[in-house]
């Protein structure tokens, strides 16, 4: 068959191959191990070193957009921080749907953990509008930041927020960022006031954050949903009683979700390899003379 | 008064958080902590600027029946329902936009889980696809800087993937040596360079040379 | 059976996906229904989170303690003059508060949170004490080449013409890598979409997961 022929292909039969490639893992999950990079140990064992009864702040700067990258993210930072009885504050500043996410995954997480109390273990201070705004503002007060909790109650009638007014107060941030708000906290927050700060952000902006945390303007980073599975995968090592809830059937995690990449990532390698070895054994033939 | 007053107003504002990080001293940092809390309540008003102009461009879209009106009324109409709730949550009505004490949904969040995050995130994931189709098509070796962009590319697909882990752990060494090393180098010099240019922007903004934002031009 | 709104869900998910066969009036449905969904959101998380408890509760509660913020909520109205023909000038002194101070913020945080700690981290200590410096060497001349490549008041030729070749060289490492990560990113919110799809939909469908 003419390679040339196969590369004009339909597009459509491109699509099923990537299709094919995701559903079938999901279905049969493979369980491929996954290993530990530096930037995401850089953050467990930062969170490591928090004391229990230490508090952070967990800022949920992502939406559906970039929801299966972030949210096991989120789920396991949460889990860690339960697990070893960090408080968290919970904010959202990002406006398409991190309100929405905070809500969901904090009420997931929790309902794993039947002994927290709320406003004592964990609050949702919910959403803010202006995030430089609100970044600048909460150095100096939080609770005229978020006069009140997700759903109005007054932030002076929450315990946990008795003892915390400014970032001075808390230990670090664990921002899970679809895009340049995580790059906020390191070049506005941990700049200007020194608040240590961890960003989970999406695999797309993964890249720039290197360079943050080279310099030390970050104390961990966590690339999208690999860094999500290292994250998963150190929790559970630390804290195996978790196993309960990974192993729960249909739970999507993101070590499931690295077992669909291994697959989809070696279709797209193969058509762009074949891409290339026509494109090269084009460039060799002699073109007939026209 | 029209022209004059603004451009000193984006010179104030501007130069209050500038001059609060390298003034220590409580009445700076008063004013422009007064100012976040008022920008923060501006933004609000800013967001929901975009929510007035769509709706204007899409009444006009069904009053005249242009082409795919109809589509213009299914807009309106998961504003309609979508705001509805959300503007009501305000004031308590049913039950808020968070979820319900009792971990049941809200009317606005069933709407967010069932209806807004399948539509965004499938918006977001036919990329994939888009993707996949594109670089068979057009990712080619055609001279030395496409090849090393090519053979990066392939290094770190295999290297962050479980698969390429196990055929040898040298795919994901060498991968986070190119994320920590020359990738971080290129991303350092972009962020450097960037940098610059975005603060000379906006110097040129707070001291009224860049007008354009104001509907103002250089002259005037 | 799954539930109204996984029913819902799955719907609006394969509508979505139809756009893959072809542009069609289910796609174009779904997209305009998302549009104005995200519209409505605004609307609630402003109104719910924003608004009230930071404009309309303090200054309700404690007037005489809040009565600044009347300043805030003036402005943020002033915006909205620019529908009205007459007084539209007016917005613009709104507007050139809000640009004016996300302009200084971004300005510090340009400088400051940006090129000052990355240019002081790139002052590696370039004699030899093993292959960690090797790899300074890297890095030192990546910054620099990439910095000399934008940079254009100079015409690349020459020296500066070969450097800014290694720039280049630099960047399609980065862009390469960056591919390779979005990749990822973009598979990712298809594993989400696909997640849902087949396990809580399909499967408690056909009765594998109840």
Known sequence: MNLERIMQIDRRIVYLFVAAGTILPIVFVIGLPVSITPPVQMAFDRMEDLDPGDVIMVSFDYGPSSAPENAPMADAALRHCFSKGIRVIVIALYPLGGLSEAVNELNKVVAEFPDLEYGVDYVNLGYKDGAQAAMRKMNENIHEVFPTDVRGTPISEIPLMREVRTYADLELCFSLATGIIGEWWANLVNAQFGLPVIVGPTAVSAPKYYAYLEAKQMAGLLGGLKGASEYERLVLDKYPDLERVYATPGLYTATKGMDVQSIVHLIMIAFILFGNVVYFTGKRRPRKAA | ?220 | MPSLGTWLAAFFTLCMLSFLYKDNPFFRIAESFFAGLSLGYYIGIVANQTLKPNLVLPLADNFSANWHLLFAGGLGVMLYFRYIKRVAWVSRWALAVYVGYYVGVNMMQKLHGEVLPQVGDTMLSLSWSGIGTLWNVVMVVGVLSVLIYFYFSAEHKGAVGGISRVGIWFLMVSFGAAFGYTVMGRISLLIGRMVFLVNEWARPLIGLIT
Not at chain 2, 38 to 53: K, M, P, T
Not at chain 2, 60 to 67: C, F, M, P, Q, W
Request: proline letters at 4%; hydrophobic letters at 55%; charged letters at 10%.
């Open chain 2, 1 to 220: 008064m029209r022209k004059q007053v603004p451009l000193l107003l984006t010179f104030c504002a501007g130069m209050i958080p500038i001059v609060a990080l390298f003034v220590p001293e409580r009445h700076v940092s008063t004013v422009s902590t007064t100012l976040d809390s008022w920008l923060i309540i501006v933004a609000g008003f800013a967001l929901l600027l975009g929510v007035v102009n769509v709706v204007q461009m899409n009444t006009n879209k069904i009053r005249r029946k242009t082409s795919g009106w109809p589509y213009a009324v299914v807009l309106l109409a998961g504003l309609a329902i979508m705001g509805t709730f959300g503007f009501a949550g305000a004031f308590g009505g049913f039950g808020g936009i968070a979820t319900r004490l009792d971990g049941t949904s809200t009317p606005f969040d069933w709407l967010y889980q069932n209806a807004f995050l399948p539509l965004q995130g499938t918006m977001f994931a036919l990329l994939a696809f888009f993707m996949a189709s594109a670089s068979y098509r057009a990712f080619r070796a055609r001279n030395v800087e496409a090849t090393i962009l090519l053979i990066a590319a392939l290094i770190v697909m295999f290297g962050r993937i479980p698969f390429g882990e196990m055929v040898t752990k040298w795919f994901p060494l060498t991968t986070e040596w190119i994320m920590a090393k020359p990738n971080m180098a290129a991303q350092r010099g972009i962020m450097i360079g960037a940098g610059l240019g975005a603060a000379s922007m906006a110097l040129r903004v707070i001291v009224g040379i860049e007008r354009s934002y104001l509907g103002l031009g250089k002259g005037e």
